[in-house]
């Protein structure tokens, strides 16, 4: 047989490899994601797996989506676990996942056409547990007190204090006082909510999957160098890459990151992050 063709034949017999549960669809760093006992910068692209926890520092943001077609998004300094994430084979068409929030700010959101599609999502946020079937809603555990805002459908809630009850109005939202009785269901001011809306969406530039922008930060002359910045970067939450170039009479080693969406995103990424961590003039490059 064809060795050409024995090969083609052999990738059609591969299983197809199956769509992830979460995949981290944009990250504006810095980023972490800890599985198991490692931490490491969090990479747009990314497969996740139950039990990952998912970390952002100042300024940052992550999108994820889910199977189901719904967009998971963390605000700045915040802390999300993922637990249960599965689709049972006897309905697949099901997603379930368990979303801990440990910290900070968090969307759920589920484009019109994803409406359509079954889940089973229960979302842990500053004591309360709210399960979600459907629907557009936004929470926070913060400093001084928790909130889940229902921007639209319905959740289940079962509150700090153990009484449990259903959110089915449009723009309202529960507050609970660190250290107090939660405070009854009461409507959000569109003011209001697009404050609590800037905490989750990226404005800023970011990482997203797919993206062949991207930006060198520094280059340096001997690997010692090259691997201590990486380490240096890496440590901070950003998702770099050495990329080493061949030169006459020994190498050069650039520290880049990759996956920026468009010419425009890099640049304004460059400019961000110029003078910091020895990146004294990074450029934009596809």
């Known amino acids: 047989m064809n060795k050409k063709l024995w090969f083609l034949l052999m990738l059609l017999s ?14 504006q760093m ?6 198991g006992d490692s931490m490491r910068p969090l990479r747009a692209g990314l497969a996740l797996q139950n039990g990952d926890r998912l970390v952002t520092g100042a300024n940052a943001r992550i999108y994820v989506q889910a199977a189901d077609g719904s967009t998971v998004k963390l605000g700045e300094k915040a802390s999300l676990t993922l637990d249960g994430l599965s689709r049972q084979p006897a309905d697949p068409s099901i997603f379930r996942a368990v979303l801990d929030v440990a910290k900070g700010a968090f969307r759920f959101t589920t484009a019109s056409i994803a409406k359509l599609k079954g889940r089973d ?10 399960g979600i079937r459907g629907t ?3 929470g926070k555990d ?4 928790g909130v889940v805002c229902l921007i639209e459908g319905k959740i289940d809630v079962t509150g700090v204090d153990n009484k449990r009850f259903v959110m089915d109005q449009p723009l309202s939202f529960y507050k609970m006082p660190k250290g107090a009785a939660p405070l009854p269901v009461a ?5 209001q909510l697009g404050k609590w809306a800037t905490e989750t969406d990226i404005a800023q530039p970011a990482a997203q999957a797919g993206g062949k922008w991207k930006v060198d930060l520094l280059t340096a002359a ?3 160098s090259a691997l201590a910045a990486y380490d240096q970067w890496r440590n901070a939450g ?3 890459q050495l990329q080493p170039v061949a030169q006459e009479g020994g190498w050069l080693y650039t520290l880049q990151i990759r996956q920026l969406p468009n010419r425009t995103e890099a640049e304004r990424l460059a400019t961000r992050l110029k003078g910091n961590l020895g990146a004294e003039n990074p450029s934009a490059s596809r």
């Open 30 to 35: 810095p980023a972490w994601l800890q599985r």
């Open 142 to 145: 913060g400093e001084e007190q």
């Open 121 to 130: 999502v229960t979302v842990r946020v500053a004591g309360a547990t709210v």
């Open 222 to 224: 001997d690997q010692a």
């Open 136 to 138: 557009d809603v936004w």
């Open 14 to 27: 591969l299983p197809a490899q199956a769509e992830p549960d979460a995949l981290v669809q944009a990250v």
């Open 187 to 191: 409507p959000v001011d569109a003011e």
């Open 238 to 240: 950003y998702d770099v």
